[in-house]
């Protein structure tokens, strides 16, 4: 194990011998280590560095992710990059471009997305953006919570009988629904709190604090609207048991029991 993890290391330390800027060193290899790409966050970025990251990445692995951008430096950062096919994710004001011929390799990881109401929609769509990337079908299930809840069982039946291999639940008011969701569903459930709600705890803290006291066991809690979180940590758990589906004999193959 320990030379793998050398091995894999190797060309990150060549990486990281050479920034692009005297401010930008992007991490290559992370998807290749880790099975999570690298996502260029733009919100507190300037033009000139996110399209300084983009075109390293373009280059080298033929694709960069950039989160949180507003419309005109998207448009800037695209025209930057001519070669290069855009896809955008307008909810989440994310951003992905990648070079002719390449496409993320499909890897039989399922993921389901819900969001409690339409205003967290740009968090879940973060989920969504990453969870893409990272070659898993998503599967997105919007305005269910828990204010209404006959209008959940529906599509959440839908998502258990696909069946999805992880869920993320993006809530923000009291954070209620991925509480009531971890309690009715046999697959990992990830609570992504949103800064959405009224008053005190409104930005995101009450959500939070109820995730975290959750008495229903399978739930994990990522940070307050952290999409890229709760999107790679789920696609993480999706793609590890679509490699163990590919492990297992075909259906109908023998077992070699009698």
Do not use: W
């Amino acid at each position: 194990m320990t030379q793998g993890i050398e091995e894999g290391l190797a060309p990150a330390r060549d990486d990281l011998a050479t920034p692009v800027t005297p401010h930008v060193r992007p991490d290559l290899t992370r998807e290749a280590r880790r099975g999570i790409p690298e996502v260029i966050l733009a919100e507190t970025k300037t033009a000139a560095q996110v399209i300084a990251s983009a075109r390293l990445f373009l280059g080298s692995v033929g694709r960069a992710l950039v989160s949180r951008i507003d419309p005109a430096l998207a448009a800037e950062v695209i025209a930057a990059v001519p070669d290069a096919m855009p896809r955008r994710y307008e909810a989440a004001r994310a951003l992905s471009l990648a070079m002719p011929g390449f496409a993320p390799v499909a890897t039989g990881g399922r993921v389901g997305v819900i969001t409690a109401g339409t205003s967290d929609l740009p968090y879940a769509e973060e989920a969504r953006f990453i969870a893409e990337a990272m070659g898993c079908e998503v599967s997105l299930v919007c305005d269910v919570g828990v204010a209404g809840v006959h209008r959940l069982f529906g599509p959440l039946d839908t998502l258990i009988t696909a069946p999805v291999d992880a869920i993320v639940v993006a809530a923000g008011m009291d954070g209620a629904l991925p509480s009531l969701v971890a309690g009715l569903v046999p697959c990992p459930v990830v609570g992504l709190p949103t800064p959405i709600g009224y008053g005190l705890g409104g930005q995101g803290q009450a959500a939070l604090l109820a995730m975290l006291q959750s008495c229903s066991p399978g739930l994990t809690v990522v940070n307050i609207g952290n999409g890229i979180g709760a999107g790679s940590f789920t696609a993480l758990i999706a793609n590890r048991l679509a490699e163990a589906r590919r492990g297992l004999p075909r259906p109908g193959a023998s077992s070699g029991l009698s």
